[in-house]
């Protein structure tokens, strides 16, 4: 059976060679040659990269889910085993990811005469772009699961240190963009043209009203703006204006809510400013929603294999794509602590690898709990 030793291993190895999203060809191919190592089932399905491993046998079907992609940044951390390519980087912890689930599917193989039932072993490509899951999902990999199960590492956490909540854990992530088109003309004729520059502080403001004077002290959402553009020079009436941002939300009628509302301000700008507006509002990952008796059990089994086991009070603002499979099946999602000093999507981001010592019997005992209920 594997170890500690092996994970450590094959988390380094991932690490050196990261892929970005939809382009994890060697991850997907170093994955299969560890499987297969193990005489592990890998199921025959339309997928470029990533894939779907069975262990098991029987009626029953539980999904173990991990996220195989890197990110586009440039690795700061000195490693034996730092990034090899350039540019990009395992900075959200989907090395540590992987590994913990090789260790997961191998465990389980292990132990496979005794299993109840089978273990589907998702290895999802595209988690960063927010439509991975769906991927699986339209594969059939997992039509008449019982549960889906996933985690992430969480750095803000200590070694031993088990998150997870009832429902709602992560936030829905959607990007909105505004595209103004006026009528560039002179600085000191502005009557010849139609200024996007003054519809663009119009919009700025209106934004920022829509969680703030229309849903509930409450209820919570966030309404960021992270780029904005007009003009290029100091005497000129520019002819275009753009704004790109965020919207975090958490029920649905919110998300909704927010999408409509950007609409209109678009339609009103249009109207009061005489140019033209375009939003575009781009739905990516949902919220990740915990079913209330996969969360008892999932909380039982980590207090079993010794977490320290804490209850949210509120869900996380980060996106999660592990949405695609919560919105379908049954499932639940738990924050693992992974203790470093700088958090996800940083540069300097360095996860203490002994989160690997209890990831997989956390899951496997928590399949096999499943399995024989």
Request: hydrophobic fraction near 40%; aromatic fraction near 8%.
């Amino acid at each position: 059976m594997t170890n500690y030793t092996d994970y450590v291993n094959w988390r380094r190895t991932f690490h050196q060679f990261p892929e970005l999203s939809e382009k994890e060809y060697e991850t997907t191919q170093r994955l299969k040659r560890i499987l297969e190592a193990h005489d592990i089932t890998i199921l025959d399905l339309p997928l470029d990269t990533g894939l779907v491993a069975e262990v098991g046998q029987g009626e029953q079907l539980i999904a173990v889910r991990t996220d195989i992609d890197a990110l586009p940044i440039n690795e700061q951390v000195e490693h034996e085993f730092t990034s090899t390519n350039e540019g990009v980087m395992h900075a959200c912890g989907h090395d540590i990811h992987m590994a913990s689930i090789l260790g997961v599917a191998t465990q389980l193989k292990a132990q496979e005469n005794e299993l109840n039932g089978r273990v589907r072993i998702i290895f999802q490509p595209a988690e960063e772009l927010g439509y991975g899951a769906r991927k699986i999902v339209k594969t059939g990999a997992l039509d008449g699961v019982k549960a889906v199960l996933g985690f992430h590492n969480y750095p803000t956490m200590d070694i031993g240190e088990f998150a997870i909540k009832k429902g709602a854990i992560t936030s829905a992530v959607d990007r909105f963009e505004f595209k103004i088109k006026g009528k560039g003309a002179h600085a000191a004729k502005p009557e010849q043209g139609n200024d996007p520059t003054v519809a663009l502080g119009q919009l700025i403001n209106s934004l920022q009203t829509i969680v703030s004077r229309n849903l509930s002290a409450f209820d919570s959402a966030v309404v960021t703006i992270g780029e904005i553009s007009c003009g290029n020079t100091w005497n000129v009436i520019a002819d275009h204006a753009y704004v790109q941002g965020t919207v975090r939300s958490f029920k649905p009628e919110h998300r909704d809510y927010i999408e409509q509302r950007m609409k209109d301000i678009a339609s009103g700008l249009a109207k009061t400013f005489n140019i033209e507006v375009e939003c575009q509002y781009t739905r990516l990952p949902g919220t990740v929603i915990n079913d209330d008796q996969l969360t008892e059990t999932a909380i039982e089994v980590a207090e079993t294999v010794g977490y320290n086991v804490s209850i949210m009070d509120l869900p996380l603002t980060i996106g999660e794509d592990f949405s695609g499979y919560t919105e379908i099946y049954p499932g639940v999602f738990a924050f693992i602590g992974s203790n470093s000093e700088y958090d996800l999507h940083h540069p300097l981001f360095d996860p203490d690898e002994r989160i690997l010592e209890k990831v997989p019997s956390y899951f496997v005992e928590l399949v096999k709990k499943l399995l024989n209920q």
